[in-house]
């Protein structure tokens, strides 16, 4: 099955600065990848999702980018503000069937 | 957008009781909903698919007795947690497949279950 393996497991910036996190997954024939954002005590939410015939998707100050060959494929936040911190999580997911597998989740904390 | 709702946001039941959480797709149909299992700085852990009109589907080591699933219709889906215990304390989180086929994951706001 598919291993989804994210890093890092925390990571602090400061205020305006960039953060980025990165995820690998194992199964080739994974091809939708989207990156979901909780809040304490909340349900995730997507933020941006990319598929794997893109290399690079952005919304304002988020980016994913996709490298398909080497497996890996990074959340990349811009000029962070303290309501950026949260905990992030990546997924991989085939084309076939609903699984979605999960990474471990990334801490950010944006510091003022 | 697509809204999937969940009920109760929080609930702290006595040992032995059952408890109900119930995840519904305000804005649209789904035929497909997912529960979870998020247990603290860690990652969601499916639980079962659950399906409308038919049984739900089970991940190995999840007692498909304990957790009972119904997807009685296109929007809404319910986990009971039967006889819950102070081990199944945690943080249930739904959701739901907005377009089938496509891929993209809607989830509820989570229901934080309390055993005494």
């Known amino acids: 099955g598919e291993n989804v393996e994210q890093h890092p497991s925390t990571l602090s910036v400061q205020e305006g600065d960039s953060a980025v996190i990165k995820c690998t997954y194992s199964d080739s024939a994974s091809n939708y990848f989207p990156w979901y954002k909780q809040e304490l005590g909340k349900g995730p939410q997507l933020i941006i999702d990319?598929?794997?015939?893109?290399g690079e998707k952005k919304d304002q100050r988020i980016a994913v980018t996709l490298n398909k060959t080497a497996k890996h494929f990074s959340l990349h936040i811009t000029e962070t503000q303290p309501e950026d911190s949260a905990v992030y999580f990546c997924?991989?997911?085939?084309?076939?069937?609903?699984?979605?597998?999960f990474g471990t989740g990334t801490s950010l904390t944006v510091i003022p | 957008g697509a809204v999937v709702s969940q009920h109760p946001s929080r609930v702290i039941c006595k040992s032995g009781t059952s408890v109900k959480i119930e995840c519904r797709s305000l804005d649209f149909q789904a035929t497909t909903m997912f529960w979870y299992r998020q247990f603290p700085k860690q990652s969601l852990m499916l639980m079962a698919t659950?399906?409308?009109?038919?049984?739900?589907?089970?991940e190995q080591g999840v007692e498909k007795d304990k957790f009972l699933i119904n997807h009685a219709s296109l929007t809404l889906s319910t986990l009971t947690v039967t006889s819950a215990h102070p081990e199944d304390s945690s943080f249930y989180i739904c959701?739901?497949?907005?377009?089938?086929?496509?891929?993209?994951?809607?989830f509820g706001a989570g229901s934080r279950l309390t055993v005494l």
């Open positions: 990319i598929r794997s015939n893109v």
């Open positions: 659950s399906n409308e009109g038919s049984k739900a589907t089970y």
């Open positions: 959701s739901a497949e907005r377009d089938s086929g496509a891929n993209v994951l809607t």
């Open positions: 997924a991989a997911s085939p084309n076939t069937g609903n699984q979605f597998y």
